[in-house]
């Protein structure tokens, strides 16, 4: 081998290695945002070493598929002890070797006019400066091909918002459908691209630089394509998301307001009985006075019924949600649910009523939708102070395996339909961060627990 063609293979395979080590950490910076930093470490790391060895192997598989292979193996890296979020990784996977295709060949063809350059010169150039010249495009080539990837990374994290939460089934195919036509129109490319170099290189045909301007303008269109539809889907998404979350807290709002009013006919009952008290008590003086024990007895013990109608048997510490809690011990009654409480308001002006009141309503909703459907269920809610802490546990029964998201620390959804899912423990973990705290979900040996901290100072 001449030491010039040595030289070459030596440059050529440095820029292939930074090239692949280039989208390695560009991978691991756009999966850290939709799992742990290890799990994306050790994604990008394997991918590395994959692509590197498919490369080195002798090559029976076309690119495409080299490439197919060492982001499904990135896939199965992201699911294997985490299967949250199966579509949503499986569309990042997809779209992680789509940004690196568009970005490495928009390059290459944005690299023809300066090799045409560089081949005339190589002409009139000594082999030094020939060198130096192919070292400099390679070197060139390659800044642009990874400062184009990083700015396709970050416009795509810029654009695609819903980093948490898992894909409906539907929303799936449709994203997925413009990038597998990438994929398929890379292969094309592929394809056509070495038809067209082989016949060049033998002669056959004369060098069509169209050709390369058109594949640019391919390139490009595709890019904007990608962001302009993944833009459209985020605006459509947070339209309705945002307009779901407005409904939800009307409707809570308004079952609030029915609690309030609840509390006021119970206050307005007692004051009446407070206004007829005294003439109660005349009745009896007189029927006692008369001899008429019988009478007074039935009178007497009908005045103790009406007072223990007005009354709730939850004591809470304050009204709104003494009715709260007494409405869903009626739910849980009907369902037949197991149902204990030891909650007490806190003695604190800091923590707002209306918060607390969604707070709780929002926990023994989300215990009453989970215990409905499951054989010998319960739920117990208890609330205590740990110094300035302020802190609610919330557990139910839970028969089904609940998978936690392990950047949200919320959990997933089994259902396509996940619109209106979490909304709930959204508006819980929202209020008690409002109060410098947060919220804890766990699940272990069939109990799932919802422990809830706002600081009261």
């Not at 896939?75 to 499986?90: E, N, P, T, V, W």
């Not at 009446?272 to 007497?300: F, S």
């Not at 959804?413 to 961060?433: C, M, T």
Request: charged share 20%; aromatic share 12%.
């Amino acid at each position: 081998m001449k030491a010039i063609d040595l030289y070459y293979g030596i440059v050529s395979c440095c820029m292939l290695t930074g090239t692949r080590l280039a989208t390695a950490i560009f991978l691991y910076i756009l999966l850290k945002n939709f799992v742990k930093k290890k799990r994306a470490v050790i994604a990008s790391t394997s991918y590395f070493i994959l692509i590197t060895v498919l490369y080195y192997i002798p090559q029976v598989l076309p690119n495409v598929a080299a490439y197919g292979i060492s982001i499904f193996c990135v896939f199965l890296i992201l699911i294997i002890g985490d299967a949250s979020r199966i579509r949503l990784k499986a569309f990042i996977s997809v779209t992680a070797f789509v940004l690196r295709w568009l970005a490495f060949g928009t390059v290459q063809q944005l690299m023809m006019p300066v090799i045409q350059i560089t081949n005339k010169l190589y002409s009139k150039s000594s082999i030094l400066l020939m060198n130096i010249e192919f070292l400099l495009t390679e070197i060139l080539q390659l800044g642009l091909s990874v400062l184009l990837l990083g700015i396709s990374v970050r416009l795509f994290l810029r654009v695609y918002k819903n980093v948490y939460d898992e894909l409906p089934t539907k929303e799936f195919i449709m994203l997925l459908m413009p990038m597998l036509a990438q994929v398929v129109g890379y292969q094309s490319v592929i394809n056509y691209y070495d038809l067209y170099d082989k016949a060049m290189r033998a002669g056959v045909i004369k060098p069509v630089y169209e050709f390369n301007y058109t594949l640019l303008l391919f390139y490009l269109i595709s890019y904007v394509a990608i962001l302009a539809f993944l833009t459209f889907y985020q605006e459509l998404k947070e339209t309705r998301e945002d307009r779901k979350e407005q409904e939800l807290l009307a409707s809570q709002v308004e079952n609030l307001k029915e609690h309030i009013h609840t509390v006021e006919r119970a206050y307005g009952e007692i004051r009446g009985m407070r206004h007829d008290m005294a003439n109660h008590l005349m009745t009896l003086d007189g029927l006692i006075e008369n001899g008429d024990h019988a009478a007074a007895e039935k009178y007497a013990r009908r005045i103790k019924e009406t007072i223990s109608h007005t009354e709730s048997g939850i004591k809470s510490g304050n009204p709104v949600t003494d009715v709260i809690i007494g409405e869903y011990v009626e739910k849980f009654k009907k369902k037949k649910v197991t149902f204990e409480c030891d909650f007490h308001y806190p003695d604190s002006e800091k923590i707002d009523s209306f918060d607390l009141s969604i707070v709780l309503f929002n926990a023994l909703q989300n215990a009453y939708e989970a215990s409905v459907s499951v054989q010998d269920s319960f739920v117990t809610v208890k609330s205590f102070r740990k110094k300035n802490a302020f802190i609610i546990e919330v557990s139910n029964k839970c028969d089904e395996r609940v998978s936690i998201n392990e950047i949200t620390g919320l959990p997933i959804s089994s259902k396509d339909d996940e619109i209106a899912h979490g909304y709930g423990l959204k508006n819980i973990k929202r209020i008690a961060q409002k109060y410098y705290g947060d919220m804890q979900i766990s699940a272990d040996d069939g109990r799932f627990i919802l422990n809830i901290m706002m600081m009261l100072q």
